[in-house]
């Protein structure tokens, strides 16, 4: 006998499906596995932060790379968008044609995928480099960081860019993609990591005197604005007490954000500082002030 396997879709990319034909029982039985309850890595080995950001490149990691995406085909995605509202707004009858519907939705799985790429290869190099804990801002609560305009559509917003791009899911497509190389992901606040120096502690908006650089007014560090958030990322987990204090530890040993209002997380970076300045005064050594009690 036959059995005929009609399409059955697999739209979530955390689930596998496996179909097992029984013939003598005239059985079919399906299973479904969520991938996250069979199988989730342990953070070990070396740490690494990412910040995640559409405007230099889309993720700037602490140990000083960076990985862009594919600037052509979301550029020409952009464009296509920008080009289908203006016709909206001329004419409110408009529908989009079949081509332009078309040529909108290739360029969309096309960006998917080449993200999907990206990632799979940034994991696969810090696999071979002996990471195994990757640290991302939490992006649920949005991705206000900065209204940024690129030069190459400027009538884009960073919001819709960020839409365009779907930043808001690249948590669990990191996740996911990240399990098979073995790598725990955790999440921290995204709250001052852009602004605080990660060798004195000052948060300060005047830390950040344009877009590309850091240069910390108090003690005079200086970095690139981008690998400079991501270390304060990696500090959040690998620094003790902000670990403590910040982040509450999940099953499989990774970290994500406590429930703390903006001000709390504030206090915690704050107190933080205070310690960081009364060792370096009982110290008496500044060299103190950058070794960090890292896990
Ligand atoms: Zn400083």
Known sequence: M???YEGLQKNNTDYEYTIKFNEREHQLNIHLCKDGERYIPQPNGNTIGIDVNCKHNLFSLSNETTYDYNRKLVNDFCNLSLEIDKLKKQNKEYEIGKRKQQKLDTLKSKMAMSEQQLIADMCK????QGVGHIVMEDLNNGFGKCYVKDKDNSDINYNRKVKFLGLSNLKQ?????ARKYDIAVSTVHASYTS????????????NRPNQETFECIECGHKDNADFNAAKNIRNRVCVTVLRESLL?????GAFEPKKLKHEKV?????SFRRNLQKNARSKCTESRLTTFDYI
């Open 266 to 270: 504030k206090e915690v970076l704050l």
């Open 2 to 4: 036959a059995w005929k």
């Open 125 to 128: 190099i810090l696999q071979s």
């Open 173 to 177: 497509e990191v996740e996911h993609i």
């Open 248 to 252: 509450k530890q999940l099953d499989n």
């Open 195 to 206: 602004k605080m120096c990660p060798v004195c502690g000052c948060i300060e908006d005047e």
